[in-house]
């Protein structure tokens, strides 16, 4: 785990870590990890070497999910560059593969950090994408250090919203819907350029404190499949549209119980292809949603024969559904 010679001295480490972590918090020595092949090994208070630059390790990261409690990523660290104090997240190599199966279409994903390592490189720059640089280690693992992004992920922005569904729609649902169409935008560039996501979901995109932008995160999940090789991609951005759209999830059994107003009858053109606990057919629960904007999330239903071939149609459809609802007194 450790090199025969180092850049820096015990004493040079431990007076840097001191400007931004209390002296009395650190080890009297730092163990010095240049090679991060085994993460579980890598832990607080080391620190990680990777050309030439030191980073402090302080904890793992950690992802709630659906409700679930946080759950730690071994692999994901926070820590401290130790040259400028800048907050970082530092991913290490973590593989893993499983299938997929969405609507009787299956798909092979797995983690590759060489594909997020390209997608940072393409996206460096871009307001719509978290920001880093991968830096391969002295055994050829391919690390990816990121800018630590301040702010909430959609789903618990939403959640924390006070207002009932027709207020939200009127008042807060554009705004967000403008933010959303930027994040499809973005998604169609990483395809035009022969990219994918890869892992889209509602709390991949964090919302930065700093300005309010909507920005991708994650980007090391990979996929294949024959027939449309950014259909993954698009049957995630219709689960989050469906999200934002209901202000949550609309489940089927809260719909048929008169949670959202008069219990309505459900048939399988209502239902979500991917989770089928939900309702994607919105307008029946929510009249006032626009038709324009309906027939977009009826390309996710169960029962569809109309599915989108590429993110720049969804996205011509989301733009002009936007458009009519500006244009609706």
Known sequence: MTTMTQPFSQVQLLEMAG???????LPRHL??????????????????????????????AKEGRFGIDEQEKYWVKRAVKLEDGA????KLVFYERFTATIGGIAFECF????????????VKGLPNFMQGASITDDHGNVVRIL????????????AGLPNSHDEYFAAVFPGILDNFIECVAAIR???????????????????DSHDGRYRWIDFDFNYRHRENIYGYDLFGLGNVLAFIT????????????????????????DINIVFRNRVVNLRKIFPYIPKSLNRIL??????????????????????????????TP
């Open 111 to 122: 983690r590759s950090p060489r594909k997020e390592a390209r997608i940072l490189a393409l």
């Open 246 to 269: 209901g202000k949550g999830d609309i489940l089927v059994k809260d719909v048929i119980a008169g949670v959202h107003g008069v219990p309505a009858a459900l048939t399988t053109d």
């Open 31 to 60: 163990k010095i990890i240049t090679d991060t092949s085994d993460y579980y090994r890598v832990d607080f208070n080391d620190v990680v070497l990777l050309d030439g630059v030191a980073y402090l390790v302080r904890n793992n």
């Open 19 to 25: 400007r931004w972590v209390k002296a009395d918090a």
């Open 189 to 207: 560039l990483l395809h035009d350029n022969g990219e994918k996501h890869g892992d889209i979901r509602r709390d991949h995109i964090l919302i």
């Open 147 to 158: 800018d630590l992004i301040q702010g909430k992920t959609l789903d618990s922005f939403i």
């Open 298 to 327: 009826m390309h996710f239903s169960e029962t569809t024969n109309r599915f989108y071939l590429n993110t720049g149609e969804m996205l011509e459809d989301l733009r002009e559904a936007r458009s009519a609802m500006a244009t």
């Open 87 to 90: 907050k970082k997240i530092i």
